[in-house]
């Protein structure tokens, strides 16, 4: 089933295209289900441009939004209500109260940050140059795992978009891909095979094959996005991205209405 359950709206700060554009791109791509996944708004001081997610008071607008276009859409494709909320441990219980306040389908989790360091901001790259990289990947995947196992999240995205400029650590990393996909199985949470890594200095579908390959032996469902920030990137490298699915050993992929995930076939 042609699935794309990841894609923003302006009201991020980082994206183009209205809503209404996003699906007409959907259909066009063949995609059967999709959702739109924007940025929630992020805790007091990790946002200070406005460049990240929404303001906090934008939440009921995005809803409303989203309303309108799945009436737009008439079911071709079915579009659902989802957001993409950060792991800020701190910050918890707002995160929990934000996620409790509307009737969403389905909550991405994301870690975008280490501490305070947004660690994907290309305008902060430099950082990198000073931390060792495989310390980084250490402090992700610690993160990622307990974001993971938080209960807040249906889906974890791009997983290991620690890679994204392209730092990955030398070595065998496949005791740590399969440290992070049982603690992932034992969550019950599913993972995001995205397309967004092909179109980033990494050139690579997030998570890569190594990791997404220890996913599907751990049992860990797997659901396909693009991570569209504008209604071009809706649907692109879907094809990449379940040829991923399939090389790993999927059978199925799912994806969640009510926040209650379905299993369908690849
Ligand atoms: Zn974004
Ligand atoms: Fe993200
Ligand atoms: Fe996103
Ligand atoms: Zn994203």
Do not use: N
């Not at 280490?114 to 402090?139: K, M, N, Q, Y």
């Amino acid at each position: 089933m042609m699935i794309d359950l990841h894609m923003h709206t302006p009201r991020c700060g980082h994206a183009a295209g209205a809503p209404s554009e996003y699906v007409t791109a959907a259909r066009r791509a063949g995609l059967e289900v999709i959702a739109f996944t924007d940025h929630l708004a992020l805790p007091d001081g990790y946002d200070p441009g406005g460049e990240y997610a929404m303001r906090p008071w934008e939440l009921g607008d995005y809803v409303a939004e989203v309303r309108e276009a799945q009436r737009l859409s008439r079911q071709s494709p079915r579009v659902l209500l989802g957001i993409e909320a950060d792991w800020v441990p701190p910050h918890r219980a707002q995160t929990v109260r934000a996620i409790a306040s509307h009737p969403f389908d389905v909550v991405l989790g994301s870690v975008h940050f280490l501490g305070e360091w947004a660690f994907d901001d290309p305008r902060l790259i430099d950082e990198w140059s000073l931390r060792d990289v495989a310390g980084a990947w250490d402090e992700y995947f610690e993160i990622f795992t307990h974001a993971a196992a938080s209960g807040l999240f249906d889906v974890m995205a791009h997983p290991d978009l620690v890679k994204k400029f392209g730092h990955v650590p030398p070595g065998d990393l496949s005791a740590l891909y399969d440290d992070v996909a049982a603690a992932v199985a034992d969550a019950g949470v599913a993972v995001e095979v995205s397309s967004a890594g092909l179109r980033k200095p990494c050139r690579e579908i997030y998570p890569s094959d190594a990791l997404l390959a220890a996913f599907c032996r751990a049992g860990v469902p797997a659901t396909t996005a693009s991570d569209a920030h504008t209604p071009q990137e809706v649907g692109s490298g879907l094809a990449k991205v379940r040829a991923a699915v399939a090389r790993a050993g999927y059978g199925s992929i799912v994806y969640f209405e009510a926040r209650e995930m379905r299993e369908v076939p690849l």
